[in-house]
């Protein structure tokens, strides 16, 4: 079993900046072969996929609402995935969810919630003035 731990929500006003984390730990983890990302759900709305990366290598993947402002980075030693958020907007408020899988999930998949295996708990981020 994969436990996925997330960081770093909280309350930002418009054109802020967060910062999420979130450590992988347990013996099924596979960090040579796997994916982590970034899923959210606003209030009233479908979960939507944000970011994610590809533990092999370093290839990276999108959402087009935050693209140019989010980053998303891995410390390999770690096991721990970031997700640097600028130039917040109210339209991010949400809950955001850490995944994992341990598989190389192809890319039209990527943007499939069922794709992954491992959810964290969810970290609320609030941009409002």
């Known amino acids: 079993q994969v436990q996925l731990v997330e960081s770093g929500g909280g309350l930002v006003q418009p054109g802020g900046s967060l910062r999420l984390s979130c450590a992988a730990s347990?013996?099924?983890?596979?960090?040579?072969?796997?994916?982590m990302g970034w899923f959210r759900q606003a209030p009233g709305k479908e979960r939507e996929f944000v970011a994610v990366i590809r533990w092999y290598g370093t290839s990276t993947h999108y959402a087009d609402a935050v693209k140019g402002r989010f980053t998303i980075s891995r410390d390999s030693a770690k096991n721990t995935a970031y997700l640097q958020m600028n130039s917040l907007k109210p339209d991010d408020t949400a809950i955001y969810y850490c995944?994992?899988?341990?598989?190389?999930?192809?890319?039209?998949?990527?943007?499939?919630?069922?794709?992954?295996?491992?959810w964290g708990q969810g970290t609320q981020v609030t941009v409002s003035s």
């Open positions: 347990g013996r099924a983890f596979n960090s040579g072969s796997g994916t």
């Open positions: 995944v994992a899988d341990n598989s190389r999930i192809i890319l039209s998949d990527l943007w499939n919630a069922e794709s992954y295996d491992y």
